[in-house]
């Protein structure tokens, strides 16, 4: 496994925890776009465990040894951490933050870089992914192809889709 981050120093496993009133507060506070705040929510949420699993204020996943980040990025990362990823149960490098404004930062711009997020097109050619968010199933399934299993076969479950349509529902109320 490759640090793509060597500059930075490896700092040790840290179980962050945030309420999710903050988070939301937080990404009020930001100037992206309604849909990508949205999306932003969302994933946080489903990523975090609702706030209660980040590591190191890495709440999304972010990765250090899958590539290096754009360099726009280099000043919000605060080191690097080596633990077991959930899923797999893999050692992996993640990219760890001094706080949760810095980490929603990077969240809300890969998504709206992406096109991750309902009413907006996701065109990733290295995993063959061409689609349009048209809705919240859309988005659930780019979310999971994109995002969490970085795989065009991938599909969400009944349940993934179910608690997506739910949280998109909080979504629209919380960032009208």
């Known amino acids: ?31 992206f776009p309604v849909e990508v705040k949205r999306a932003a929510y969302m994933v946080f949420r489903k990523e975090s465990g609702n706030g209660m699993s980040g590591i190191n204020f890495n709440f999304s996943g972010l ?10 990025y280099d000043r919000l990362i ?4 080596q633990t077991k990823e959930n899923g797999t149960g893999k050692v992996r490098l993640f990219i760890a ?4 404004a810095d980490s929603l930062f990077m969240l809300m711009d890969r998504l709206q870089a992406r096109g991750l997020f309902v009413g907006s097109h996701v065109d990733m050619p290295k995993l063959k ?9 859309q988005f659930a399934r780019a979310y999971k192809k994109c995002w969490a299993a970085g795989s065009n076969a991938a ?10 349509r739910s949280m998109y529902k909080q979504a629209i109320t919380i960032f009208p």
Do not use: C, H
């Open 63 to 72: 990765q250090a040894d899958a590539g290096r980040w754009p360099a726009q």
């Open 155 to 164: 599909e969400p479950t009944g349940d993934d889709l179910k608690g997506f």
């Open 129 to 137: 992914i061409n689609m349009a968010i048209s809705n919240i199933d």
């Open 97 to 100: 933050f001094n706080n949760l």
């Open 1 to 31: 496994m490759k640090n793509y981050y060597s500059e930075k120093p490896i700092v040790p496993y840290k179980r962050t925890q945030v309420e999710m009133p903050v988070v939301i507060q937080e990404i009020k506070k930001t100037d």
């Open 78 to 81: 605060s080191g690097v951490v």
